[in-house]
């Protein structure tokens, strides 16, 4: 599998953006080499949010030897020197990644997992600094491509697709599960 590089382009204003000539003239970090380009790509899902300091992404790891798709989150400074990245689990494999929202006290929210697995959910506990984060809960059933949003009282909405059989009678359906730290 090919290196994937993900670029990280922010725009302060329309007229930077309009000015801007080149490629070279476009910053870029490299936050991974592996990523898996299928899941973290799915515009369904929150990969990116702004936060006061910086930026926290979302994206899917995946490492050729072993298999395996690691769900990672990376919280970067305003400068994008400094880069803090966490992996908070296996996705399951290309359809594995997260949508992540943020809450009021700062607290990263992920959702992520494949089809043929439960849907995963872990938040940190921490109001913001990702260093400590709850257990992984998994929700039985055939969940994925989870899409969040959440509201000023920290309830956090999230669609689901339901189903993953293709040759079932209906094999798809859309809930909607709700959240508020864990419950």
């Known amino acids: 599998m090919p290196n994937l590089i993900i670029f990280i382009f922010l725009c302060f204003s329309l ?57 990672v989150i990376v919280k970067m400074d305003e400068s994008f020197k400094e880069i803090k990245r966490i992996e908070l689990g296996d996705g399951g494999d290309n359809h594995g990644g997260a949508t992540i929202v943020i809450d009021s006290f700062g607290d990263v929210h992920a959702f992520y997992g494949a089809h043929n697995n439960g849907l995963k959910y872990r938040y940190s506990m921490d109001n913001g600094e990702l260093n400590t984060w709850s257990d992984e809960i998994e929700i039985e059933g055939g969940f994925t491509y989870p899409s969040a949003v959440i509201t000023p009282e920290d309830n956090i909405f999230v669609i689901v697709r339901d189903g993953y059989n293709v040759l079932q009678e209906n094999p798809w359906s859309y809930d909607l599960l709700t959240f508020n730290k864990g419950k």
């Open 15 to 71: 007229s930077s953006c309009t000015n801007i000539k080149s490629k070279s003239e476009i910053e870029t970090v490299v936050v991974s080499k592996s990523g898996s380009s299928r899941a973290t790509a799915y515009e369904l899902s929150n990969k990116l949010i702004p936060t006061r300091d910086g930026l926290i992404a979302s994206y899917l790891n995946y490492d050729g030897a072993s298999d395996t798709h690691v769900v």
